[in-house]
């Protein structure tokens, strides 16, 4: 699916069809192809794909570039430069978020186009003489996309809109961020219950569509974000353990043994991508490129490291592929440059340093993420020796023995990261008490996702009531606090201006 979900010939026929009723109130040209029926569209198997291929190229163009980060900067880990069109990001990292946010708005009328399209699909994908099981795989990938882009958007915004059909409500209410999860859990529970894609059996097959695996991993990502605040329903941890040890037990994904190869050409599709959003960079006009990794240096660069964040970040090769404070944008900008973003295409071609659009896929689930959810959710339930096992095993990958180059983490030979390492790994004696064990966790978590679109480190300091804590260790060299951390109405983006202009129950 890699190579055809992202062709915009197909999602700009789709896009005709499914954009003529928005949520966000936009005026929209909707074309000879808007007016053609759903109902007359998904006649047979190959309308369904059709369908579900337009659905994909939705959501991914709206995942395409960073948008999403400027809700993620009131974490410690991201930062910005203080200069240029850089204001939208330096809102968020300074608690500072208006509703006029250009990136927040882009997100939210983004991720509203491919939620309508979604439930349009589900309303109106039902041929006759079509197997069930069929529509129900199809109706799978339009479930998933709904719960996924729900989910990003009540962790970013709060309390938001929840419509669940095409059929347009201008004076809808906002609904409760736990009744917001409640049913992206439902949602996901559909696609793992239909969900057929040989990957999940099988992690050399390439295909984009949802699988029952991913579904199993964001179902146990929302339930781990209802543990903390503002749910506190600790319950939930028993959930987080049962389905993140489904899928370790499955053992059908794994490690990457190298930790760059999840972030560009050729190791996409790889054994550690849980889901990622799929594009491939083509001729004008077709627009199906990444704007997340492969970025420019220079001052197209959006995203920078704090430098509280580097200077804890555990050396190892990890960090080397991460970050860096000797390029020349790193003294022009006085931050460490973020390199992790600026993978570019293909290993050895000028683009691999110097590109702005990128065959890049963005990974959102990996299966390093579900052995420290694993990890925690043990740690939460009794089992503190397996919560250091899992632990351990993403400590010593990110290590890597004390390599420097792809080439001696090639040397250490396959799922090195498998066997004790006492020069890494923790111990019962370090990590003597559940806090020590779960603070360990988080720590690594922070450093293995940083910039990542899963937003993990700013989910954990919601969840974990640490915003206020984190940034009270702020560097000075940062741009000033506007606002203050401590106050749990600025975790939550503002709904854009132009929405409640249209709405004013939003």
């Not at 890494?424 to 004696?429: K, L």
Request: glycine content about 8%.
């Amino acid at each position: 699916m890699k190579r055809n979900i992202y062709s915009y010939l197909i999602m700009l026929i789709f896009g005709g069809l499914m954009l003529s009723s928005m949520v966000s109130c936009e005026d929209l040209d909707e074309g000879s192809l808007g007016a053609v029926s759903g109902d007359s569209f998904y006649a047979d198997e190959l309308s369904l794909e059709s369908g579900v291929t337009g659905m994909f190229g939705l959501m991914n163009r709206a995942c395409w570039g960073v948008d999403i980060l400027a809700a993620y900067t009131g974490a410690d880990d991201l930062t910005t430069h203080n200069g240029g069109n850089k204001w939208v990001f330096r809102e968020g990292d300074t608690f500072a978020l208006t509703g006029g946010n250009g990136r927040t708005i882009g997100i939210w009328n983004a991720y509203y186009r491919a939620i309508n399209a979604a439930n349009t699909f589900i309303e109106k994908a039902h041929p006759e003489g079509v197997d069930e099981a069929v529509v129900n795989n199809t109706l799978a990938n339009a479930y998933f996309v709904r719960a996924l882009l729900y989910f990003r958007l009540t962790t970013v915004f709060g309390d938001v809109p929840l419509p669940l059909t095409s059929s347009p409500d201008y004076e809808m209410l906002k609904t409760p961020s736990r009744e917001v999860i409640t049913q992206v859990i439902s949602d996901l529970k559909f696609v793992e219950q239909w969900a057929v894609n040989a990957r999940d059996t099988d992690v050399s097959v390439v295909d984009g569509h949802a699988t029952k695996t991913a579904a199993k991993a964001f179902i146990a990502k929302a339930y781990m974000q209802l543990t903390g605040w503002p749910y506190g329903e600790t319950d939930k941890w028993a959930d987080v353990k049962s389905y993140t040890k489904q899928i370790i037990d499955a053992n059908v994904y794994s490690l990457m043994d190298d930790y760059m190869h999840n972030f560009g050409e050729p190791w996409e599709n790889n054994k550690e991508i849980i889901f990622a959003h799929q594009y491939k960079r083509q001729p004008w006009p077709i627009s199906g490129e990444s704007r997340w990794y492969g970025a420019f240096w220079a001052a197209w660069m959006d995203m920078f490291i704090e430098w509280n964040f580097y200077s804890g970040f555990p050396d190892g090769y990890r960090k080397n592929a991460t970050t860096s404070t000797t390029s020349v944008d790193a003294i022009t900008y006085a931050h460490p440059v973020n390199t992790k973003l600026l993978y570019g295409t293909i290993q050895g071609r000028p683009e691999f340093l110097h590109t702005w659009q990128s065959h890049n896929d963005v990974a959102a689930m990996r299966y390093a993420e579900v052995l420290l959810m694993y990890a925690e959710a043990c740690a939460n339930t009794g089992a503190e020796a397996d919560a250091i096992n899992y632990l351990n095993m993403v400590k010593r990958r990110a290590y890597a023995g004390g390599a420097t180059t792809s080439d001696e983490v090639a040397a250490l030979g396959a799922g090195f990261w498998e066997d004790a390492d006492a020069s890494v790994d923790y111990t019962a004696a370090q990590l003597s008490s559940k806090q020590a064990i779960i603070d360990a966790i988080v720590k690594e978590r922070a450093y293995e996702f940083v910039s990542e679109i899963g937003g993990n480190r700013w989910l954990d300091l919601v969840r974990l009531e640490k915003v206020g804590t984190v940034n009270a260790l702020r560097d000075s060299r940062e741009v000033p606090l506007v606002g203050d951390p401590n106050n749990k109405a600025l975790w939550y983006a503002p709904i854009p201006e132009t929405e409640i202009d249209l709405n004013p129950n939003l």
